[in-house]
């Protein structure tokens, strides 16, 4: 059976040297894409195009999804996940919180998922089942924390229509919470959790490439990861923390279920 996480981890950190040899003291914005602030630099597609070309080399038959380029079939059953940068924005300003996010399905399920987050020059991995892994040391998500007691990360997608809603919904977490964090990477945060930096995540309209990789690593470290009512995660709010944290930020969120402006 073909190693997935280390033919991933190579190709994970092959792009992450090439962006980090090739980025601009100041990037230049290429395009904007659903918001004035949802932008995207010619380095997001230069880096997807290397690792669909490293991809394409190793295991022609495997689909791919990309954040840049969209849905490449294939015939093999795997299909590869990527977020050539999750943190665009941080990217953009120099700020240290960006990754390379990768991750392997085979016949529906993620077996495997590499976060790099290169300026930081922190390689998470994990593989169903093998636990999750930051510079071999085994990570364990936070347990036991009560809610008022939990450092909370989340995001704000840069959709516009969205901002109102996520203020709305932050104004209902912060006095219940310890604090929030906001680091500007969902796969980033996701590696977060699973390290012990912070004690659950929630975010609005994240992407299957903003979470494949960063999720398994998350629950591999002992996490739970889930939508709310038991959906999938990136239908509306995408929830991750220790399994008895999940429940209690689950029925905290609840009543700002966000089905209602879809
Ligand atoms: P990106 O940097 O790959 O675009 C910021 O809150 C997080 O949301 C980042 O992980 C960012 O990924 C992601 N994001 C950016 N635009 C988004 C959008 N329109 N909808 C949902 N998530 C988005
Ligand atoms: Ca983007
Ligand atoms: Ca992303
Ligand atoms: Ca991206």
């Not at 923390?241 to 609840?254: C, G, N, T």
């Amino acid at each position: 059976m073909t190693d997935y996480l280390a033919l991933a981890e190579d190709i994970a950190r092959e792009a992450g040297e090439m962006l980090l040899a090739k980025r601009p003291d100041r990037p230049e914005v290429l395009a904007v894409k659903s918001s004035p602030t949802d932008v995207v630099t010619a380095l997001d597609r230069a880096a997807e195009e290397l690792i669909r070309a490293r991809i394409a080399a190793a295991r022609p038959g495997d689909a791919v999804l990309g954040e840049e380029g969209g849905d490449t079939p294939g015939g093999s059953g795997v299909r590869w996940i990527v977020d050539p940068i999750d943190g665009t924005v941080n990217f953009l300003y120099g700020l240290p919180d960006w990754c390379v996010s990768l991750a392997v399905e085979v016949d529906g399920e993620v077996v495997a998922g590499v976060v790099n987050v290169v300026p930081r020059g922190e390689v998470f991995t994990a593989s169903r089942g093998s636990g999750a892994y930051l510079a071999g040391r085994r990570l364990q998500c936070n347990t036991g924390v009560p809610l008022p007691q939990a450092l909370v990360a989340t995001g704000f997608g840069y959709e516009s229509n969205r901002r109102e809603v996520q203020a709305e919904v932050l104004a209902h977490v912060l006095p219940r919470v310890r604090d929030i964090r906001r680091y500007g990477s969902a796969a980033a945060d996701l590696c977060a959790v699973a390290a012990g930096r912070v004690d659950a995540y929630y975010e609005r309209g994240v992407n299957t490439w903003d979470h494949a990789a960063g999720g398994l690593i998350a629950v591999e470290a002992g996490a739970r990861l889930g939508g709310l009512r038991g959906r999938e995660p990136n239908s509306d709010l995408t929830l991750c923390a220790a399994p008895d944290l999940f429940d209690a930020l689950h029925d905290m969120l609840l009543p700002l279920d966000p089905e209602r402006d879809a």
